[in-house]
């Protein structure tokens, strides 16, 4: 049944360049987790090497503390979804859902009440007999999710499921997929460049960049609490923006100034006094003040450009710095629509400006 | 983080490399290895070895060498086989680019009865087309004896110009179809750039289109070389006092059958060196001169003037009608009453029933020796292409190269090989019909090989991860997943096999008996005692065997003629 995965000082090398780079993280039994990273990161890899189809250049891989690292790949009884499905495309969609349990010479019967069961559950049971170039994209992932699940895996592996599929299939399938999981309790590593997939569906998320993880946590605190720059310009929409701390204060907040001679007070990994660093601030925390009057923070500038999305506006405000910087307003009934040209000036509260050391930028 | 990780012990890890050893792949990579050890590298290194060795005690051990190139005899085949090679080869590029470029750019009449005559005539053998050539041609041919009665001498069809005559026509397909496949390689608009720059249509041609065409028509010159320089059966029939290599290396194993072929085998040394030559140079040259295009709109259909597009049907089709001749009158004189070599203007079905109570055996021999080197040809080809593409590394590149190189080996070759490594107790093989199995197998394997291989490599690997990761293990996948998706490329290439395979004739020459004759050995032995009647039924025969697998691929299949290349 379902088991925890450790991942133990994992590195994997081709020739010269390393494609996971001492990746060391445990996944609980029942967690939905999610490797997220642009192509290239190193998480299709990882995930290959949990399947068992590479094998890593050193460390160790452990379902439920036990080393797997010799169990050739039709043994680890993982189940994996692939990003363009691999179904088979000369059985129909129940012999695609038997063939793990046929592989495991299960009886007749059970083979039976198994695919029924499963096909179900995807709701697929009225195609038992059809043939895959017969099925949508949508339905063609959910023959293969259910035969990924028929077998009741240790582990179910997901490798960008989604992304072959329209807009409104992806929307559907994340929460078909999620609840399923949760149904089933089933210990799943999910694969996805997609941060909104991410966020959406994980327990926890670990964002990864050239073979590194570069902070793992819960989706909340990926989203609000980036632990690197890499992490804040990849997760949502940031400004960046270059600025020196001023001074630290006991509270462990920084004073900052940015280009402009603009004042900010943040949170962050920047301690000492005199030193540069980088600024992330999200659109939507920025408030909207009165212009005027002398306070220790805030930041003057002039509206040069706005972008009606409907539910959003979005301000382009300049200030001085290289690029303007850029506000997000909910849209709301009867609300002021700022004119481009007029003066602004925009609050930061401490929470939403996390500061980083420069030389981290990816 | 788990700290307390008990590292796996050495013993265990060494069990388990040893433990891989026995599984699936290994154990076929190690099985193809030895397959193709014991049928090629094996035969191919006795006869290097018995090349090296002297008659006498003492001599230097390039005497048969030395001997070789100091006899006119000897010697003179070798330039001669250039000589025809070279010329058959310039001719055929010449007659077949032009060809090819009418039938693919000019909407000239009846298109795909010309791409069926070129595929009836790139898979006749060669030496039914040689001798129904002399039927027409011959001293007391058809159309020598018609000229000759209004005083129209014709040239002769004996000695290099027949020779070079015939394996133009037999082997100008090559160039047209690859010709054909190139053309729809390039882009319209590489055309349209170069007209509009102000180059006329010739120009064109020569300035941008031919250089583009370079890869296909450089391998097609040397396919036709390869082709023209191991053929046998034509200089055997048509060669009489010019000799050629592989005619002597014909000769030299006759007479030395019982004994130690030496002689033979050096010859047959120096040919494989000429053709392996020739394979590397294509290679060589094809990654030299490739452009790597690929037509999003290929090049389109002309409507030239009325006079251009006339002009280029007629050279079009007085071609093919040269080219289809031999095989016309092959099935037209296995209907005519013969008389010895002479053949009247008598319709009759005599010939076939002269054939009928002695055709069963030979015909029987054909079938079972075929299938079985074709299935076998399927099942160790797509094993070894799996391995090749799957499973890369320095192993798979070893039996990439020594499949290929079995390509580079002629027929003939490879039957003195196959005769001096299999012809003593414990492995007396020579004279079985293992042994001619043994012979078209690994003849055809490359071809098997090559052909599986390119269908897998469109073949997304997860389909296979998917049933390994589902608990099917290696062998188990390859049976229930790749077999079946490949189904299709496998058939065809079966049927491509089948096909190449019932008119081999060099090889068969070398290693059957009379018990183990092939329907092509009947055919040479018919030709050479004079029965032309009866020697054209069975030649009507082996070209409906020979076809009719290509019309089933090109029917039902829809694969088209450039499959055939």
């Known amino acids: ?362 | 983080m788990t700290t307390l990780s008990t590292s796996p012990n050495a013993p265990g890890r060494m069990q388990v490399a040893i433990g891989r050893l026995f599984d699936f792949w290994p154990l076929v990579t190690v099985g193809a290895l030895v397959i193709t050890t014991l049928l090629l590298l094996l035969p191919v290194y006795n006869i290097i070895g018995l090349s090296f060795s002297g008659t006498e005690a003492g001599k230097s051990v390039f005497e048969n060498y030395a001997m070789f190139f100091s006899e006119p005899y000897y010697y003179r085949s070798l330039i001669n086989s250039f000589i025809v090679s070279l010329s058959a080869t310039v001719l055929a590029l010449l007659v077949g680019i032009p060809a090819a470029y009418f039938v693919s750019r000019y909407n000239i009449w009846a298109r795909s009865l010309i791409k069926t005559i070129v595929v009836l005539t790139f898979v006749s053998p060669p030496f039914i087309g040689s001798y129904s050539w002399v039927i027409l041609l011959g001293r007391s041919g058809v159309l020598t004896r018609f000229f000759g009665e209004y005083g129209i001498p014709l040239p002769s069809i004996y000695g290099a110009p027949g020779i070079i005559f015939v394996f133009t026509l037999q082997f100008f397909p090559f160039v047209f179809l690859l010709v054909s496949s190139g053309l729809k390689s390039i882009d319209q608009s590489v055309e349209d750039a170069a007209r509009n720059l102000g180059s006329g249509e010739f120009a064109t041609f020569v300035k941008v289109i031919a250089p583009l065409l370079l890869p296909s028509i450089t391998t097609a010159g040397l396919l036709v070389f390869v082709a023209a320089f191991t053929d046998l059966g034509t200089p055997l029939i048509l060669g009489e006092k010019f000799r050629v290599l592989p005619l002597l290396i014909y000769g030299e194993f006759v007479n030395d059958f019982g004994g130690q072929p030496v002689l033979a085998s050096t010859l047959s040394v120096l040919l494989l060196a000429v053709t392996t030559g020739a394979l590397l140079l294509q290679r060589w040259l094809s990654a030299r001169f490739s452009h790597a295009t690929s037509a999003i709109r290929p090049l389109t259909m002309q409507e030239p003037r009325p006079a251009k597009r006339l002009a280029a049907a007629a050279y079009v089709y007085c071609l093919m009608a040269v080219a289809i001749l031999p095989l016309v009158n092959i099935v037209i004189s296995s209907f005519l009453k013969a008389n010895g070599p002479v053949l009247t203007a008598q319709l009759s079905l005599e010939n076939y029933r002269r054939i009928a109570g002695t055709i069963s055996r030979p015909l029987w021999n054909t079938i079972l020796f075929t299938s079985t080197a074709t299935l076998a040809c399927a099942v160790v080809g797509t094993l070894i292409a799996y391995i090749i593409v799957r499973r890369p590394g320095r192993i798979g590149a070893l039996l990439d190269t020594i499949v290929m190189f079995s390509y580079a080996v002629p027929g003939i070759v490879l039957g003195v090989g196959l005769v001096v490594t299999y012809h003593h107790p414990p492995f007396a093989l020579t004279g079985t019909a293992l042994i001619l199995i043994m012979a078209y197998f690994i003849r055809r394997l490359p071809f098997s090989v090559r052909s599986s291989a390119s269908s897998l490599q469109q073949l997304s690997r997860d389909t296979e991860e998917a049933s390994v990761n589902l608990g099917a293990g290696p062998a188990v996948t390859f049976v229930k997943v790749t077999v079946p998706l490949l189904s299709m490329a496998i058939l065809s290439g079966v049927l491509l096999t089948w096909s190449n395979t019932i008119r081999e004739l060099s090889a068969t020459l070398i290693l059957q008996s009379g018990s183990t004759a092939t329907v092509s050995i009947e055919i040479f032995n018919e030709v050479v005692n004079g029965n032309f009647g009866v020697a054209s039924a069975l030649g009507s025969v082996l070209i409906l065997l020979t076809f009719l697998p290509l019309l089933v691929l090109f029917t039902f299949m829809g694969k088209n003629e450039e499959a055939l290349v």
Request: overall charge neutral; charged content about 25%; glycine content about 10%.
């Open chain 1, 1 to 362: 049944m379902t088991t925890s995965v450790s991942i133990d000082s994992v590195t994997k090398r081709f020739g010269d360049s390393t494609a996971v780079d001492n990746v060391s993280f445990d996944i609980a039994k029942g967690e939905f987790f999610t490797l997220l990273g642009s192509s290239g990161c190193g998480k299709t890899t990882l995930l290959r090497m949990v399947a068992g189809f590479m094998r890593q250049t050193s460390g160790n891989i452990r379902f439920d503390g036990k080393i797997i690292d010799d169990v050739p790949p039709h043994q680890r009884n993982t189940g994996m979804v692939f990003q363009n499905y691999a179904i088979f495309p000369h059985l129909t969609v129940f012999d695609n859902v038997a063939y793990g349990l046929r592989a495991r010479r299960r009886g007749k019967a059970e083979i039976d009440r198994e695919v029924k069961r499963m096909l179900e559950l995807v709701r697929l049971d009225h195609l038992t007999h059809r043939r895959p170039r017969e099925l949508s994209g949508g339905q063609q992932q959910r023959v293969v999710l259910a035969r990924a699940m028929v077998i009741q895996p240790d582990v179910l592996l997901m490798d960008e499921p989604l992304s072959n599929l329209d807009t409104e299939m992806r929307i559907h399938l994340r929460s078909e997929i999620r609840s399923l999981q949760r149904q089933i309790g089933i210990t799943t590593i999910y694969v996805t460049h997609d941060q909104e997939e991410a966020l959406l569906m994980s327990d926890r998320i670990a964002v990864m960049s050239r073979g590194r993880i570069e902070q793992l946590d819960v989706p909340h605190k990926i989203y609000a609490e980036p632990k690197t720059l890499f992490v804040a310009g990849f997760i949502g929409e940031n400004n960046l923006l270059p600025g020196t701390v001023i001074a630290r204060d006991a509270d462990g907040s920084s004073l900052i100034e940015l280009p402009g001679g603009h004042r900010v007070r943040g949170m962050g990994g920047v301690d000492a006094a005199g030193q540069p660093c980088l600024v992330s601030i999200r659109p939507q925390d920025i408030d909207l003040g009165a212009p005027g009057g002398a306070r220790e923070t805030g930041i003057d500038g002039t509206v040069t450009d706005i972008q009606f999305l409907g539910g959003t506006v979005k301000l382009l405000v300049e200030i001085g710095a290289d690029k303007p910087i850029t506000v997000s307003l909910q849209g709301r009934r009867g609300m002021d629509m700022p004119e481009a040209g007029s003066p602004l000036r925009l609050d930061v509260p401490l929470q939403a400006v996390r500061t980083f050391k420069p030389e981290a930028r990816a």
